[in-house]
């Protein structure tokens, strides 16, 4: 699977965590982890196969920190073997363990670490599903990192407060990037809460247009009437690539015997993802296919789910029409918004165009 295509190469470096968070749908009696020798190899071909001028390499878990010593001997491998290659490295974390020795190690290679914060929002909304962790985390550490980013997922228990969380993160400084999670018991109800809590935040960014708004209203929908669709990992040219903690190759994390679990699971016919771009047999020719940027590996998990898969069609295409409200309320303001700022003037175009075909259609 790693080609000269490949950008990013997952290490899943343990399948050991110090938390168990409900919506998780990791394998829990896996607690295999990575050897430096295995990750060395797949580094080596990664980085002698691929074309990519500034690659990437996630670790991932577990936590990841729990396999600390493994990844610190990645990084200075990469850093004296490779430095022609500029390689970046992000590290998705629950952040309990990031004290001390580890605090002081990120401060020391900052240039190249992306250190990406598990957080939900607020101390009850955090702790609601990720085994009262808030208390165990230096937010003050998060927050004034180099580019502080967190994570945030959103379930049906949680939706009705997605307004205030993501505005207390705001608080923080933090960048966030939103998740609906898969696999829970969304339905129309939960479905109009999330409808409600998008509105209200749109009007938050509009009234606040220096504050950087978060991934689910940061949708590259221009794309809907450009030549070019969005770029999908692994169904076609596997841009990224996953390797489990036992050392073999994967499509993505999700795929791994320790992910492919529970309402994750993915049924042996979609395991490659090259036959899982399509959501529904409709997706083919859905006007929205050039910029749905299903996850393959969600999508296989779905396919053979009919209700769970069209509740999942149905939330995107809120998310379009969000997206395309918001992007024509800032375009056609007065204001100056940080959203807009390093948008070119041709993009500010198909922004417009696509803005007005998706709440044509919608």
Not at 104 to 116: A, G, H, R, V
Not at 171 to 200: P, Y
Not at 271 to 297: E, G, K, Q, S
Request: with cysteine.
């Amino acid at each position: 699977m790693i080609n000269e295509h490949t950008e990013d190469l997952c290490l899943v470096v343990t399948e050991k965590c110090n938390l168990n968070c409900l919506y998780c749908q990791s394998n829990k009696i896996f607690s295999r982890s990575m050897s430096f020798a295995c990750a060395k190899d797949y580094i080596d071909r990664f980085l002698h196969v691929s074309m990519i001028e500034k690659p990437s390499i996630t670790f991932m878990g577990g936590e990841p920190f729990v396999a600390f010593k493994t990844i610190k001997e990645i990084v200075s491998y990469v850093k004296q073997f490779y430095p022609q290659k500029e390689v970046s490295f992000t590290i998705v974390t629950n952040g309990t363990l990031v004290h001390g020795d580890i605090q002081k190690w990120i401060k020391e290679n900052e240039n190249c670490l992306q250190i990406t914060l598990s957080l939900d929002g607020t101390e009850d909304s955090h702790n609601l599903n990720r085994c009262d962790s808030f208390h165990l985390i230096d937010i003050d550490f998060f927050k004034n990192l180099r580019k502080p980013i967190v994570n945030s997922v959103f379930t049906p228990d949680t939706i009705h407060d997605m307004f205030y969380n993501v505005k207390e993160l705001h608080k923080h400084n933090f960048f966030i990037k939103g998740f609906i999670a898969d696999g829970e018991q969304w339905n129309t109800q939960s479905i109009n809460v999330l409808a409600m809590q998008l509105s209200s935040l749109i009007e938050y960014y509009l009234r606040n247009n220096n504050i950087l708004p978060f991934s689910l209203l940061s949708l590259p929908i221009y794309k809907l009437t450009t030549d070019k669709p969005i770029k999908r990992c692994g169904s076609e040219s596997f841009y990224e690539v996953s390797i489990s903690a036992d050392g073999k190759e994967y499509a993505c994390h999700r795929c791994t015997p320790f992910e492919n679990n529970g309402t994750w699971r993915i049924p042996d016919k979609y395991r490659d993802l090259t036959n899982a771009r399509y959501l529904l047999d409709d997706c083919m020719n859905c006007p929205f296919d050039r910029i749905c940027n299903a996850c393959p590996a969600s999508n296989a998990s779905l396919k053979d789910n009919l209700e769970m898969s069209l509740i999942n069609c149905q939330i995107r295409k809120l998310l379009f029409k969000s997206n395309a409200y918001f992007y024509l309320r800032m375009l056609t303001s007065e204001n100056e918004y940080i959203a807009l700022k390093h948008i070119s003037d041709d993009k500010k175009k198909h922004l417009i165009q696509s803005s007005k075909t998706i709440i044509e259609l919608l």
